[in-house]
């Protein structure tokens, strides 16, 4: 196959077909960070947060499976093969949660909500994926180096992850450690009359961690068999908006490649979703005030997750699939930046009576 198929289309479908199936989470699951940080703070429910523990648990017994059928080697993935900072994750994190909350949205949510054929999405789009690449290789990159250095893993050394590292302690396997420690949050996640009532939610939250799954899986099969130095990733929003916008202005010039075809995925799914449900619709912006505060929240995430190596789907899911350091870290960095911004838009600053 792979002597037929370029390699970049096949890891692009990869992307596609994950993506496909987040964006389809988003508008029939309503699976959403936000939205999750939102209803547990002001709504009075922990169903959607709930949600995200399930698709956490599933991506990390799924990304372990891989490990220990020989599948992915956690040594090559991303997360794992770059030294952690922690000052980098709050940070970054802190800034792409306010960010969030600013905006309305995630990089993620952006991409499906304008599969839904809302174009104040598209603005977040374009100005989340220029901040990126401004911090990740334009003139804020020098100073970026500078304050948050990165430095690759060196061979023989332990990964920075939580799995790893503490086999290295025990002497007990990673693999049974993420395995366990997967199993453990999936079933309390879980534990919840809500999916008993309505397993619905819960579906769509395993959906979610087996397109992380399929990244990891479908970008390992590639780098093992095939010829190219593809790298082994799994679904992120923040670098690959930049790169899809790259991709669409000078396609011919480089490659198709996973993040493409992961952010094309997600909207199409969307796109179906939203006629599934009947919801497509137009929409735009018309206060001025709510346009200049989604495109400040846009930058805002575009630097936060390139200081903090990834995004509410970057770091939440996929970097927690492999239980990298960063990954918790940065989750509640951003919830904690969620929350500020959140509070600041519906109760303001004022003390509390």
Known sequence: MLESV????????VGLFGGVLLGLAARLGRFCTLGAIEDLLYGGSDTRIRMWGIAIGTA?????SLMGAGIV???????????????????????????MALAGNCGYGAVARLGGGDLRSFVIVLVMGVSTYVVLSGPLAPLRDMLFPQSPVLPGDVPPGIAHATAKWTGISATAIGLTIGTALLVVSACSRVFVENPKSAIWAVVVGVAIISGWAGTSWVANTGFEALPVVSHSFAAPLGESILWWMIGSAQPVSFAVGSVAGVWL???IGSLIKGHFRWEACEDPRELR??????????????????CTVGQGISAFSMLAFSAPVTFLAIFAGAALGLRQLIVGFSPAE
Do not use: C, K
């Open 6 to 13: 370029p390699e970049h289309f096949i890891v692009a479908a």
């Open 60 to 64: 990390i017994i799924g990304s372990f």
């Open 73 to 99: 080697d956690a040594g090559t993935t991303y997360y794992l093969s770059i030294n952690w900072l922690p000052w980098a994750s709050v940070i970054g994190g802190l800034l792409f949660g306010y960010g």
């Open 269 to 271: 799914g969307a796109f």
């Open 293 to 310: 505060r989604q495109i400040l929240g846009a930058a805002l995430m575009g630097a936060g997750a390139v200081i903090a190596l990834g």
